[in-house]
């Protein structure tokens, strides 16, 4: 069986412009490859109208499922989800059990909260959408399609993507097996390295060399969703880094 | 005048994977924004032949520049080179000067290294490409039309990209001002944040919340290449501020 496959789509100008370091990405990458539904694409990109809309048709086309992250505040420069109404070709309207939730939050502050024309928006999403909790600070991302769109506050998108991901229907984990010695160098290993990713086409093994004040070196990863076959892969990489005269060490360099 | 775009694809499974944290985006964005080539676009895409030929002609031919990391070592995954090659429709063939730099490298250790073909592979470009050096670690990186092809290792990157900048003819530079204010909230200013915006459509006004063991609150950045009102534009922003009983404190929150 194939897995399904994910984008992640990072909407907004502060990452582009260097601003704010992305923090989603690796998150939303370590727990697609758990669930099985690998990332395969990531794309930056402005809160740019025409820009948005056009990559969401382009990229929930292409793969089974898309995420986003970014765009759903209550500010001018918060329209990711009129560009995906846009995109979708529905209308961008009120949603009543969105409203029913910000009210009333709004409602329990002491004072009262002003549940105004800007907070409003954050309730306003695509006709059909359905709801992404949000247990942090109660504006829902929301489900349209194939395309899940989440807050870019990661403590926000996490807490998010936690209460939608027992519903993804993932295929078998991608399980990761990493080796790494000291003093080895890539050069030194790269043939023989070849030879083995040749006997084991359908695992994906990674070359990482590393620079750190302990030591510098090279990580091996093997990662693939058949655990006999990581496992007979790893043994392998093991015994030609010790051929090498470098004994291997389990797991990535500390 | 309109600034040149930058577009970056960041090229390697172990980001897409969740293995690697990215740090060349930060940097390049940052970099490029002082430079006054804006990025408008990033891609993360996986080490897949197809994949990389066909996102590296979509983006060439929509970005004035292009800038790509990783996959240029002399492993079996480092594919990003003839990629490149097969994008451009030319042979990946020993660039002279690349090996003469390499083969002087390996000889000069002690005991010699082996500029073996794993090795060698590293001296093999797309026909036509200049180098980019590479004072870490030598293997030069290379310039083909208006793609830069950099290393993915972040040190090695930022040297590359470094001995390139003085080359790159940017527009103005982006400047950019950020007010910022504790218990401050989204919802209470985007209304008239909006107006501010509608006031300067030539400048980029940002809206990020913030949370943070000091307090939360919100940080509003004002970004643009016209230095006047982008001042302007920040007097007004921490006016607004003020008017809501929220003085403004310059920069971004510590």
Redesign the interface.
């Known amino acids: 069986m194939t897995n399904p496959t994910a984008c992640l789509l990072?909407i907004g100008?502060?990452?582009?412009?260097?601003?704010?370091?992305?923090a989603n990405?690796?998150?939303?990458?370590?727990?697609l490859?758990e669930i099985g539904i690998?990332?395969?694409?990531?794309?930056?990109?402005?809160d740019v109208r025409e820009?948005i809309i056009a990559t969401v048709n382009e990229v929930r086309a292409k793969f089974d499922h898309v995420f986003t992250t970014g765009g759903i505040?209550?500010?001018?420069?918060d329209i990711t989800a009129e560009c995906i109404a846009a995109a979708f070709g529905v209308p961008w309207e009120p949603n009543p059990e969105a409203w029913e939730r910000l009210a009333a939050h709004y409602a329990r502050q002491n004072p009262p909260?002003?549940f105004?024309?800007?907070?409003q928006?954050m309730a306003t999403m695509p006709r059909g959408a359905t709801l992404i909790d949000n247990p942090v600070s109660i504006a829902p991302g929301f489900i349209i399609g194939n395309v899940h769109v989440m807050a870019g506050?990661p403590?926000i998108m996490q807490a998010m993507f936690e209460g939608l991901a027992p519903k993804l229907k993932g295929g078998a984990p991608?399980i990761?097996r990493a080796l790494h010695a000291n003093g080895l160098m890539?050069?030194?290993?790269?043939?023989g390295?070849?030879r083995i990713?040749a006997e084991f086409p359908e695992i994906?093994?990674?070359?990482?060399?590393y620079?750190r004040p302990t030591g510098n070196g090279v990580a091996l990863?093997a990662?693939g969703v058949d655990a006999a076959r990581v496992e007979q892969a790893t043994a392998a990489i093991g015994a030609f880094m010790a051929s090498l005269g470098f004994p291997p060490v389990e797991g990535?360099p500390g």
Chains 1, 2 share one sequence.
Request: aromatic share 4%; proline share 6%; charged share 30%.
């Open positions: 990072i100008n502060e990452v582009l412009s260097g601003r704010t370091q992305d990405l690796k998150f939303l990458a370590t727990r490859g690998p990332l395969r694409e990531v794309r930056v990109i402005p820009t505040g209550p500010t001018h420069d909260g002003d105004n024309t800007a907070r928006r506050v403590r991608v990761s890539e050069g030194q290993l790269a043939e390295l070849g990713q994906d093994i990674g070359s990482y060399p620079y990863v990662k990535e």
